[in-house]
């Protein structure tokens, strides 16, 4: 049964009933009029031709208040390729522009970047999303931009248009949405959520104390979800990390620049499902494992900018305080998995909270060699702001990589 129960810092929109997807496309159509929404999409080559992505055109296609579509495509090093993806997606309308970012004309655009102090970073999701937002702010054919990743094997139309309607009302004054939903198929997924960022976030808490920018946390469902919806406003001014810190990244950057009045989350479906990383217990430059401590350092070092003193002995503590929530955390999990005819494989999850107590001490020991780490991209304005006529260059670029 859906509830409707308010949870925090931000609003929840809940799904109540049964969602009328006509009424919120036509209305979603008629709000487009004004309010021009593009949809980005960034996609890693490695994801061509998957039953999800097929899955995802195929629901796109019957879509009709898109403006624009900005697929960002990541490890097509070879024009074959490039050639696949822009097959691959050629069936949709409107025509996507395809951003081929590890071709020729994008590598001297990053080589331009660089000579002027504005890093992209390295490549990852965090970099393709970047792109992606700059060249919808480079075409100026949208006010709002939408985004969803590319492996979602449950994905609806009602998905995109629950996603995208609380910013496109015109009344309901929401400048940035983050999507959730329940993840789970014969047993509960979302492990890095679910075992280290809730009890980490909370473990925090119960050291540091009650701080705003971990009750905003806390506060979403999912903050690690692909599907989010913004103003081009925000777009233009937040910064992201390159790699898999980049959902808390901009989490944290929304925080910063925007009101909490006018963000939201919103429940996109009742079921969600995706491609799922392994693990990786003893290879910590992979999977999971890589996942949580870049999460983990993104958390660390957003604390330090908001004035909190992080040293080793709270990381000491920290250590023991998230090991005991996270034995709590599985207990309720199991018992959750339990009366709803769930499998639950205990040493799993034992094993993935142990390589997590692992990812928080390298996070730990990394953030204190070096607390600035590696610099957020810098954000849209900047760049406009140091190198006037590069909106105008990278546009052309991708101009010529979609002839």
């Known amino acids: 049964m859906a509830d409707f129960f308010q949870t925090g810092s931000i609003a929840t929109l809940h799904m109540l009933g049964t969602p009328d997807l006509d009424r919120l496309e036509r209305e979603l159509l008629e709000f487009s009029t004004e309010t021009p929404i593009a949809l980005v999409l960034p996609c890693h080559v490695k994801e061509l031709g998957t039953p999800a992505l097929r899955g995802i055109l195929r629901a796109l296609q019957q879509v009709n208040y898109i403006k624009q579509i900005v697929v960002g495509i990541d490890g097509a090093t070879h024009q074959s390729q490039w050639q696949k993806a822009r097959q691959a997606f050629a069936q949709l309308i409107p025509k996507p522009v395809l951003l081929w970012n590890d071709g020729p004309r994008m590598k001297r655009l990053i080589a331009q970047l660089e000579d002027s102090d504005l890093d992209p970073g390295e490549p990852g999701k965090g970099r393709n999303l970047w792109w992606c937002f700059g060249y919808v702010l480079a075409s100026e054919e949208a006010r709002m931009v939408a985004a969803h990743d590319c492996d979602i094997i449950t994905y609806s139309r009602e998905m995109l248009a629950r996603l995208c309607y609380p910013v496109a009302h015109p009344n309901l004054g929401f400048d940035f949405a983050k999507g959730y939903s329940a993840r789970f198929g014969t047993r509960l997924n979302g492990r890095v959520m679910r075992l280290l960022v809730s009890p980490l976030l909370r473990s925090l808490e119960s050291i540091i104390g009650v701080h705003p920018f971990i009750v905003y946390l806390d506060t979403f469902r999912y903050p690690l979800a692909g599907e989010m919806c913004m103003d081009l406003d925000i777009a233009r001014r937040i910064r992201m990390p390159s ?105 799993e999850e034992e094993l993935a909270v142990s390589t997590f107590v692992r990812g928080i001490r390298t996070a730990a020991k990394e953030y204190m060699e070096d607390p600035l780490g590696d610099p957020l991209i810098p954000n849209w304005n900047r760049v406009d702001s140091a190198l006037p006529g590069f909106f105008e260059a990278f546009h052309e670029a991708v101009r010529l990589d979609n002839a």
Request: charged share 30%; with cysteine; proline share 0%.
């Open 243 to 347: 790699d898999w810190g980049v959902e808390i990244g901009m989490l944290a950057e929304v925080f910063r620049v925007s009101s909490s009045k006018s963000i939201c989350q919103v429940d996109v479906a009742d079921r969600y499902d995706h491609k799922h990383q392994e693990l990786s217990a003893r290879d910590a430059s992979k999977g999971l494992n890589k996942m949580a401590i870049d999460i983990v350092k993104c958390v660390f070092r957003t604390l330090a900018g908001h004035g909190i003193k992080l040293d080793r002995g709270l990381f000491d503590t920290l250590l023991s305080a998230y090991s005991r929530k996270a034995e709590d955390t599985m207990r309720f999990y199991a018992a959750d998995a339990e009366l709803n005819g769930l499998r639950y494989d205990r040493h």
